[in-house]
């Protein structure tokens, strides 16, 4: 029955003609190839040998609607860009996560990357623990029972190769939950930490002393000046003012060195882009790569020389960890969308989500979809708005509407929070918004007007989408808790809990299903 409507659809398919017109025969057509698609979407149960695991940190479902416009627009589809879809949108199976943590409605980005990662919500800005300990409560970190592993944790004691990839520090919020348990994500470095934190760790320590940090195969990224003292300042490699800065004397980038040479394994440190390029990746089993003092670049303004792209980390780990005789599981956070809502800028938000599609495009060349599980999702959310009534095909960066109250311009894209309300000046009764037809509006660093004026763009609080194709995919398929996914990539990939030796492989998902329901009855 099934090969009958596929052929059925096919015929329909194949002749049914075109006017041109969006008229009801379009989109019949349309609807048509969806469900074609859509039926021919099979299960695939096997053990996921690999898991990649791709995190677009604020990337919420406006950001992705509005990248999907904006990457049409650039390559000239006029109004054929509303229509288009990113890679991972194609993908099979989609869910949306719930992203409130422990004790905040939105949460930040430490606290969803632990549910993410470990599958426990924690409480605001805490890394690698559970709700057992607050913010800044450095001596409840300190008890392992309220410390969450992470997934490279559980891959790790199965024997699998372990890699992050970041595009931020390697030390901040998202990457941090990945091998550290810190009670304040401001922790990346000694500078930043009170007296009352003095028997803890800091994070950038915890990478390279610690397990599972320590045994991390793949580590690229920036955020040089949490891991070593003095680094030198240049035009081109500033420092990041908003983060710690390292002064104790240490130097961690050689501590891991030394290590590694220490245990006689295989590995290299590279600081530029060139030197990326020239790694024997076959021979190589550790790799750590520390492009930058703060953040890397923006992809539209990216040296080569220095920084590579989310894409070009992406292949190199992914060559690096694919020769493991028991495969690998790789975490890909593309941080700076989130840093450009942050800071208003929406252009530079979106130009970030289609590179981060690039990477995972890149990936996906790279990959076997039979045996690796790929995952496509945010953190969380950001406050901008895709509103008005814009003519189809016009700009996603330009003017929506001319509003009725004020009869001034207002662009399509806009945020709830933000800075440039502050330079809205007032008369005698009210604010008067700036006609934004008079500004930039395609500009990167243009900033979208906001409706409340706040130090930053702040977090929003809705779902966010997982888009997932390859082994137990299928397992996204409703509105589920943020923790959930850390619970699929240990399912699919039978590790962490999940992991059961046996003889047999219907006994090992008896023995499975029976650990997720017993779990189910007592969380």
């Known amino acids: 029955m099934r090969s009958l409507k596929l052929a059925v659809f096919a015929l329909f398919l194949a002749t049914s003609g075109s006017t041109g017109l969006e008229d009801a025969a379009f989109w019949d057509r349309v609807a048509t190839q969806e469900l074609h698609s859509a039926l021919r979407v099979s299960v695939n149960e096997r053990r996921a040998r690999n898991v990649v695991l791709f995190v677009g940190d604020g990337m919420g479902p406006n950001t992705i609607t509005a990248a999907r416009i904006y990457k049409g627009q650039l390559a000239g589809e006029g109004r054929d860009a509303e229509r288009g879809l990113l890679a991972f949108e194609r993908f099979p199976h989609v869910a949306l996560l719930k992203t409130y943590n422990t004790d905040k409605q939105v949460s930040d980005s430490a606290s969803t990357a632990t549910a993410l990662f470990s599958g426990v919500k924690s409480n605001y ?3 690698g623990l559970d709700a057992n300990v607050k913010l800044g ?16 944790k559980w891959a790790q004691d199965a024997g699998k190769l372990t ?7 390697l030390t901040h919020a998202t990457p941090a939950a990945l091998y550290a348990h810190s009670a304040h994500r401001s922790w990346e470095c000694e500078a930043k930490m009170p007296r009352s934190a003095a028997k803890c760790k800091d994070i950038a320590r915890q990478m390279v002393e610690d397990e599972p940090g320590k045994s991390i195969n793949v580590i690229l990224g920036g955020g040089r000046q949490c891991l070593v003292s003095n680094v030198t300042i240049t035009a081109k490699d500033p420092i990041d003012t908003w983060a710690c800065r390292r002064g104790d004397r240490l130097d961690l980038i050689r501590m891991w060195e030394e290590e590694k040479r220490a245990k006689g394994v295989s590995h290299s440190v590279v600081s530029k882009n060139k030197e990326l390029t020239e790694v024997d990746f076959e021979k190589t089993d550790f790799l750590l790569g520390v492009f930058t003092n703060g953040f890397l670049q923006y992809e539209h303004e990216r040296d080569a020389e220095i920084s590579p792209s989310l894409a070009e980390m992406t292949v190199a780990a992914i060559k690096t960890l694919n020769k493991g005789p028991n495969g690998f599981i790789l975490v890909v956070e593309s941080g700076m969308i989130d840093q450009a809502h942050h800071r208003g800028t929406a252009r530079k938000a979106l130009d970030e989500t289609v590179a981060l599609e690039k990477a995972v495009e890149e990936a996906l060349k790279l990959v076997d979809l039979n045996e690796t599980l790929v995952i496509v999702t945010a953190d ?25 109250s004020d009869a001034l311009n207002y662009t399509t894209l806009s945020y709830a929070t933000g800075t440039e309300i502050k330079f809205y000046p007032f ?10 037809s008079t500004e930039d509006v395609e500009s990167f660093e243009y900033k979208q007007h906001s409706a409340i ?4 763009g702040v977090h929003g609080g809705g779902e966010v989408t997982a888009y997932a194709i390859g082994p137990w995919s299928h397992l996204f398929q409703s509105v589920h808790e943020q923790n959930y996914v850390a619970h ?11 992991e059961v030796a046996t003889n047999g492989a219907a006994t090992m998902e008896l023995v499975t ?11």
Do not use: Q
């Open 427 to 436: 008369n005698a009764t009210h604010v008067t918004r700036p006609d934004p």
């Open 380 to 404: 969380h959310t950001h406050t901008l708005s895709i509103a008005g009534y814009p003519v189809r095909g016009t700009s996603i960066m330009g003017i929506a509407y001319k509003s009725k």
């Open 488 to 498: 699929v990539v240990g399912f699919a990939s039978k590790i962490g809990n999940y």
């Open 137 to 152: 409560d450095c001596e409840s970190s300190l008890n392992k029972s309220y410390r969450a592993d992470s997934i490279l």
């Open 453 to 456: 004026s706040t130090d930053e």
């Open 125 to 127: 800005k805490t890394v």
């Open 163 to 169: 890699g992050f990839v970041t595009n931020t520090r």
């Open 513 to 523: 299903m029976s650990a997720v329901l017993i779990c189910l009855l007592f969380n």
